[in-house]
């Protein structure tokens, strides 16, 4: 008899959805009046991830699993940064401090999962408490796929390598430790257990479990902590909030944090990408009804 299992006849699929969602909602009327509601607040970001990631990926995903590609699926869901806390931005990243265009642990510690079939069992439900950097995804998806990350074209363009870390044996459980111990920041470093922040950092404050209220209707915090060249210091593993600075009662720790930010700032890389150019912006509006578009002349 025939096997009524389809048989896999091409390579690894890659596929990226990129959901503009938690920015706003665009004022789709088809969405809840929550949403609506919310939008005008704005705060769509808090009730858009609740709804509309149900309403147009669960079917795809009911569907997934219900075939033999679901088995040999990796879905990896991550955000970028943490939401807004500038004034107007309306989110809230209780507990931690700061938020989105900083390096606070608001900012830049964020919520990510992978599920699907080629999860291994036993990893599967499993919290992990381990450092992976956004970068990495790229590294640990060309091992999987069997090809280098090393780019021919990029090294004969000048470009530096990929910073990014192979993280399948900790996903897998094949390691118990990931392989990435320093994360570079802008402006900063975290190495092993510690953070350190240089220069000025806005939204330097925290939010309440219920934010924006009544108190700051649309949300955004003013303060601002100066750290200047000599930094502040903390450890994110026991104060993940940040509200002990210890530049002053471990200057050892903070030496040596100055000292791996250097290593890093040396080889950083920051090409000039031109100025903004509002032309882009209103040919979106003008002609292509809010959606971005060709605006070159």
Same mark, same amino acid.
């Given at each position: ?80 940064n943490g939401g807004p ?73 000048? *470009?530096?390598?990929?910073? !990014?870390?192979?993280? #399948?044996?900790? &996903?897998?459980?094949? $390691?118990? %430790?990931? /392989? =990435? ?15 350190? *922040?240089?220069?000025?950092? !806005?939204?330097?404050? #925290?939010?309440? &479990?219920?934010?924006? $209220?009544? %108190?700051? /209707? =649309? ?72 959606y971005w578009g060709p605006?070159?002349?």
């Amino acid at each position: 008899a025939a096997d009524s299992k389809p048989q896999r006849r091409h390579p690894a699929l890659p596929l990226l959805r990129s959901s503009h969602c938690p920015h706003a909602t665009g004022g789709d009327a088809s969405l809840p009046g929550r949403v609506q509601l919310h939008r005008q607040r704005g705060e769509a970001c808090l009730p858009c991830h609740g709804s509309l990631p149900r309403r147009r990926g669960g079917k795809r995903n009911r569907v997934t699993q219900e075939t033999w590609l679901w088995n040999s699926t990796l879905l990896v869901v991550s955000s970028d940064n943490g939401g807004p806390e500038y004034p107007g931005g309306g989110a809230n990243n209780y507990p931690l401090r700061g938020g989105k265009l900083t390096s606070w642990q608001g900012g830049i510690r964020v919520n990510a999962f992978v599920s699907g079939g080629f999860v291994p069992v036993q990893m599967r439900g499993k919290k992990l408490e381990e450092y992976i950097a956004l970068a990495d995804w790229y590294t640990t998806f060309c091992s999987l796929a069997g090809v280098e990350p090393f780019d021919d074209r990029a090294k004969a363009a000048g *470009l530096p390598p990929v910073d !990014g870390l192979n993280m #399948w044996p900790l &996903l897998s459980g094949q $390691n118990l %430790t990931s /392989p =990435r111990t320093e994360i570079p920041l802008s402006p900063g470093l975290i190495s092993g257990d510690y953070k350190i *922040l240089v220069g000025n950092n !806005g939204q330097a404050g #925290w939010t309440g &479990l219920q934010y924006p $209220n009544s %108190t700051n /209707p =649309r949300g955004g915090i003013d303060a601002k902590v100066t750290c200047g060249e000599d930094g502040c210091l903390f450890n994110i593993r026991t104060d993940p909030e940040e509200r002990s600075d210890l530049a002053k009662t471990q200057p050892d720790v903070l030496q040596h944090m100055k000292q791996r930010l250097a290593v890093w700032e040396a080889t950083a890389f920051n090409p000039d990408r031109g100025a903004q150019w509002p032309k882009a912006c209103q040919t979106a509006i003008e002609k292509y009804g809010g959606y971005w578009g060709p605006f070159l002349p």
